[in-house]
């Protein structure tokens, strides 16, 4: 089984040089093709799905933004007053998101490249990590969201690729494609799966699905965890 640290390696490959220009202009308002349109509109919504888990008022909230990607969540959380921490692996990313930052929002969000998990962010009253740990076995996702939790005062809102025909037909048709133009690989759950591994782990708190979200070739389950 791949570990946490290849896998998150991988990650940064990829979203950092591989595919920088093809996710900033995923996350932008450019013009793509109808399946990346299906993506975009998929990450829109589960976005707003997510976001609905949080206060609409996070004014002293300290919130971290897990896998920030291109910025959109940092920002909806900083209209919402919250002090923003957004990490993400890739400072090509990164470098994208604070050039969307509107200028008023800036002070309130600490872009900062590296591991999501390093528990050197500190605490956080909230934690959203929107399709950060879709790449990761039951495992690794189950440490990962230990860790979070006990940095946490209140939910950790985050996805899993769920387990579904569609999706198998998605990831299994993805191989296909020459290597060079694969994305890294997603690895679906069942949530009673990832339920049983933060058991095994030892990881306390309350887990429970939110929703679904299926867009074309976007198709994603939001779930919460509670201390």
């Avoid at 959109?72 to 209209?79: F, P």
């Avoid at 979070?148 to 950790?156: E, H, K, M, P, S």
């Avoid at 290597?179 to 949530?191: F, G, K, L, M």
Wanted: contains cysteine; hydrophobic residues 45%; positive net charge.
């Amino acid at each position: 089984m791949t570990s946490y640290a290849t896998t998150r390696d991988r990650l940064e490959t990829y979203f950092d040089r591989t595919a920088a220009q093809t996710w900033e202009q995923l996350t932008s308002d450019a013009p793509v093709s109808r399946i990346r349109q299906t993506v975009r509109a998929g990450r829109d919504q589960m976005r707003a799905l997510m976001l609905s888990r949080l206060p609409a008022d996070l004014g002293g909230a300290r919130v971290l933004d897990a896998g920030c990607g291109a910025g959109q969540t940092a920002i909806e959380l900083a209209r919402r007053g919250a002090e923003v921490v957004a990490v993400d692996i890739a400072p090509s990313l990164l470098e994208v998101a604070a050039r969307r930052m509107p200028a008023a929002l800036a002070p309130r969000v600490h872009f900062l490249t590296g591991d999501m998990l390093d528990p050197a962010h500190g605490r956080f009253d909230y934690v959203i990590a929107m399709d950060s740990l879709i790449h990761y076995h039951a495992p690794d996702i189950a440490a990962a969201l230990g860790g979070l939790i006990r940095r946490t005062g209140g939910a950790v809102v985050f996805t899993l690729a769920p387990r579904t025909a569609l999706l198998q037909l998605m990831h299994a048709a993805g191989k296909a494609f020459p290597r060079a133009n694969r994305s890294p690989a997603i690895v679906p759950h069942r949530a009673d799966r990832i339920a049983d591994a933060l058991a095994a782990a030892g990881t306390g708190g309350t887990l429970r699905p939110v929703g679904r979200i299926s867009s074309g070739f976007y198709i994603s389950q939001a779930m919460e965890l509670r201390p």
